[in-house]
Every structure is written in structure tokens, then in C-alpha cells.
């Protein structure tokens, strides 16, 4: 070998090395997240072919494409398949205009990098996912934890709150009993209902804490949601909204509290139409297996934001102005749902829509 040949392919390993290298510090840079990482190795790799000023990088994982340049119509390629946990994810390719190159133009040496760099993005890749899921689930289990404390807490406050209410509600009513003046019967009767709007709150409160005893009955889930909405005819016809309930092929019956139940299709069937504007309609579905039916309720509304979205099952917590809501409506819902034995879910974007899945077992 000459020493221009040898300088040569000396060069072309360090390009090599450089590349691998600057995989390194991408995959390791916290502050990028999976596509950044990618778009970067995507811009680093012409770097260590022979031709760099000529060479366009292509990278395709699960058919979202990532390229270093504009792609000549006409290229000569060579690629290699991206595999994460044996499951062929896309692939990594390096072209050339056709018009300018063939292909000859490869190395032999280029033919193992590009496997070598492969495996590197294949590394990266299984890492960030492996990472962005391991976040995710400490996201849950720390919004679990809240709730949970939040349970505790609530059922404290609902039980300290009946005994003084109760002697409130009490004693105003033994005053208007034996009042004559107009005045005074007016005040106490301000009274009286401030009381009793009092412990409706309170027993939301033990809704959501589970502390509500249960009247458990096995009946026509398909009857309850029909029953509900008739009674909220009046208010989607003056908002606008439609409700369309798809029943499916039979009646489904499961025991539950039914009291608690429609509760639950209330207290979301009206936010879908607080949400939703005058023209949109609302999606009801129920479907089963042989251990849990589940009830969906999606709208066309507004959504709700990303900031807001581990917060809405926090007691006292609306986005509606002062006066217009508790704050309690999906906190009650949550308790409701976890008393059953059940789980509650969902899925929004913001200027889409929001769709909430309650899944309860049949007994």
C-alpha cells in the first residue's frame, strides 16, 4: 500500500471514528428529545463517507423520515434495516445523485459502518424509548399517590364539616320555626340553604373519597345511560349538541350502584357539553366482555390543555368561572369509578376533543 493510500484510509477511519463519536455526545445530550436526536445523527453521517459534500443521509424509523438534504430524483443508495427488539423499525440510508455518482462510489469499508452505525442508532433509539416509558409510568404512579392522599384528606375534611353543619342547618331551622318576623324568617332561610348547598358539597367530597355506602344492584347498564339521557334532553337541545348513543348488539347488565352510576354519566355527559360548541355532537359507546363493560363518552369540544391534564381529577379544581362549577365533578367521578373496582381514562387535545373511557367489572 502507498503512502497516499495509506493516508487515505487512515482519513476515512477517523471520519469513522469522528461519526461514532458524535453519535455519542448526541444520544447522551438530555436535552434533545428522540426526533431532535435523530434530525442530528441524520446531519452528522455524511460526514464520515468519502464524498460528504455530495452525500445525503436518509433515516426512517416507523415511517416517520428524518433527511440531511434535499433527495435527488435519480440516487444510488446503500441502506441498512434499523431492528429494535427484532422488530424491523425503518432503516438508515446514504445516496448520491446518480447523475454524478455510481455505484462504485461506495467503499467496502462503507459497507461495514453503515451496519456499525445502525446498531448504534438502534441503541439509542430502545433507549429513549425505554426511557420516555419509564416516565411516563413515574408520571402515573406520583399522580396515583396524590389521588390517593387527596382521598385521605377530603374524607377527613367531609367528616369534620357534617358535625358543625348539622348543628348549623339544625338550629337555623328551630329559629324559623318559632320566628314571626318577616326579616329574620327571610335571613334564616339564607341560612338554611347555604347549609344544605354546604353538605351536598360535603357528600361530593365522600363520593370522592369512597366514602359513600353503596346500594349495589345488577341492572340494564344500556337502560341507565338511555334514562340519563333523556333527562339531559332539554340541556344538549338548548347548547346544540347532539348525542348519538351507539347501544351495540345487546343489553349489558352488571352490578353497580345506580345512583352512583348515572352520577358518572352525568357529571361527564355535561362537561361534553360544557366543552362543545353549538353544531357538535357528543359520541356515547358501551362495549363488554365477559368480566368488565366499559362506557366512552367523546366530544368535539375544545379539549383540554396539556398543563391542565394531571390536575382535573383534583378536587375543587375548574377551569369554569367562579360561580359556574364545584370543581368536583370528575373528582366525584374518579371515586365513584375506583369504588367500583374500576378504572377511568382519557385522551384530549386541545381544538379536538376529549374522550373519556370508564371501565367497571360486570359483578
Known amino acids: 500500500m502507498s503512502n497516499d493510500q495509506l493516508i487515505d484510509t487512515l482519513n476515512e477511519r477517523i471520519k469513522e471514528l469522528s461519526c461514532l463519536y458524535e453519535l455519542s455526545n448526541i444520544s447522551a445530550n438530555i436535552n434533545l428529545n428522540l426526533e431532535d436526536k435523530l434530525q442530528a445523527i441524520v446531519q452528522s453521517l455524511p460526514e464520515a463517507w468519502r464524498h460528504p459534500q455530495h452525500v445525503i443521509a436518509e433515516l426512517n424509523l416507523d415511517s416517520k423520515f428524518f433527511f440531511s438534504d434535499h433527495l435527488p430524483q435519480k440516487h444510488v443508495s446503500q441502506k441498512y434495516i434499523l431492528k429494535i427488539d427484532d422488530v424491523d423499525r425503518g432503516y438508515i440510508a446514504i445516496h448520491y445523485d446518480a447523475n454524478l455518482y455510481n455505484e462504485s462510489v461506495f467503499l467496502p469499508e462503507e459497507v461495514t459502518l453503515i451496519k456499525t452505525l445502525a446498531q448504534e442508532i438502534n441503541k439509542i ?146 362537561n361534553a357539553i360544557h366543552s362543545s360548541s353549538a353544531g357538535q355532537s357528543i359520541f356515547v359507546f358501551i362495549e363488554n366482555n365477559t368480566s368488565y363493560f366499559s362506557l366512552t363518552i367523546k366530544d368535539e369540544g375544545h379539549g383540554i390543555k396539556d398543563s391542565l391534564k394531571d390536575k382535573i381529577f383534583e378536587p375543587f379544581f375548574t377551569t369554569k368561572p367562579t360561580g359556574e362549577g364545584s370543581g368536583l365533578g370528575l373528582s366525584v367521578v374518579h371515586g365513584i369509578v375506583k369504588s367500583h373496582g374500576g378504572e377511568i381514562s382519557f385522551v384530549s387535545k386541545e381544538n379536538t376533543g376529549t374522550s373519556f373511557e370508564v371501565t367497571f367489572p360486570l359483578n
Not at 328551630?174 to 358539597?201: M, P
Request: glycine letters at 4%; charged letters at 20%.
Open 125 to 270: 433509539i430502545a433507549l429513549s424509548e425505554q426511557k420516555e416509558r419509564e416516565e411516563m409510568l413515574q408520571k402515573k404512579f406520583e399522580h396515583s399517590d396524590r389521588l390517593v392522599i387527596l382521598g385521605e384528606l377530603t374524607a377527613g375534611i367531609a367528616h369534620e364539616l357534617n358535625t358543625p353543619l348539622g348543628n348549623i342547618l339544625g338550629y337555623a331551622q328551630l329559629i324559623q320555626e318559632h320566628n314571626a318576623d318577616h326579616q329574620i324568617a327571610q335571613d334564616t332561610e339564607k341560612i338554611i340553604n347555604s347549609a344544605i348547598h354546604s353538605r351536598e358539597i360535603v357528600k361530593k367530597l365522600m363520593f370522592f373519597s369512597c366514602e359513600m355506602p353503596q346500594q349495589m344492584q345488577k341492572v340494564s347498564i344500556n337502560s341507565l345511560i338511555i334514562e340519563a339521557l333523556n333527562l339531559l334532553k332539554f340541556t344538549s337541545k338548548n347548547a346544540g349538541v347532539e348525542i348519538i348513543f351507539t347501544e351495540g348488539s345487546h343489553d349489558i347488565m352488571a352490578k353497580v350502584d345506580p345512583v352512583q352510576f348515572t352520577q358518572v354519566i352525568f357529571n361527564l355527559l355535561i
